[in-house]
């Protein structure tokens, strides 16, 4: 049984910047202990902190909404006191192309939406960002309520205009969340 050293401190900032770290702690992990943490891949939870910074305002939208400055990333409070993630124009992200966050074909992505009033979203992967850029686009209708719609989505769920289905994640570079209505965004993970 194979195991690896981390070593963690903490560091706090006062708004005076005065600052104060803790002292340095080795733990060993197992291996076995590490591949666990590792049997989800998180794209976004409010219980991780700085996920967030990994998020941009959507670049285009298919719900004819006009992007403007005003459409910053921000963390919003939702049902059961818990954070999420939001934008008024909708979110991107780029994360999936790191392999550590790269979904095996077998995935399932999860996410958590709260939404204010009942709205259309849709989740896109998109491949050949930067070139071509072919979409595969889900969208469902959104209940509003003190609650947190929970939504699971398989590679068959995501579809191009022309009705094909995404036949693997290999080649997705980023994801898209555009909604008609703000909404906040959590728990966004492959299992």
């Known amino acids: 049984m194979e195991s690896e050293r981390v070593f963690f401190y903490a560091k706090c900032v006062y708004t005076d910047d005065f600052q104060i770290c803790s002292n340095v702690i080795c733990k060993t992990f197992n291996v076995e202990d590490i591949e666990q943490t ?11 902190q700085d996920l967030d910074s990994s998020f941009s ?9 006009e992007l403007t400055d005003e459409g910053k990333v921000e963390v919003k409070r939702g049902p ?10 909708g979110l991107n992200t780029f994360k999936i192309c790191a392999k550590r966050y790269m979904p095996e074909d ?14 259309e979203i849709s989740i896109k992967l998109i491949s050949d960002y930067f070139d071509k850029k072919e979409s595969y686009k889900y969208t469902t209708k959104l209940v509003a309520g003190d609650f947190w719609n929970n939504i699971k989505l398989s590679i068959s769920d995501f579809k191009r205009e022309d009705g094909m289905p995404l036949k693997t994640f290999s080649n997705i570079q980023a994801i898209e969340f555009i909604s008609e209505n703000q909404c906040i965004f959590n728990n966004i993970l492959w299992v």
């Open 38 to 48: 590792q049997k989800f891949k998180i794209v976004y939870s409010s219980r991780l």
């Open 57 to 65: 305002q959507s670049i285009e939208s298919d719900l004819g909404i």
């Open 106 to 119: 077998e995935r399932i992505l999860m996410l958590d939406v709260f939404a204010k009033e009942d709205c």
């Open 80 to 89: 059961m006191d818990m954070y999420g993630i939001c934008s008024m124009k």
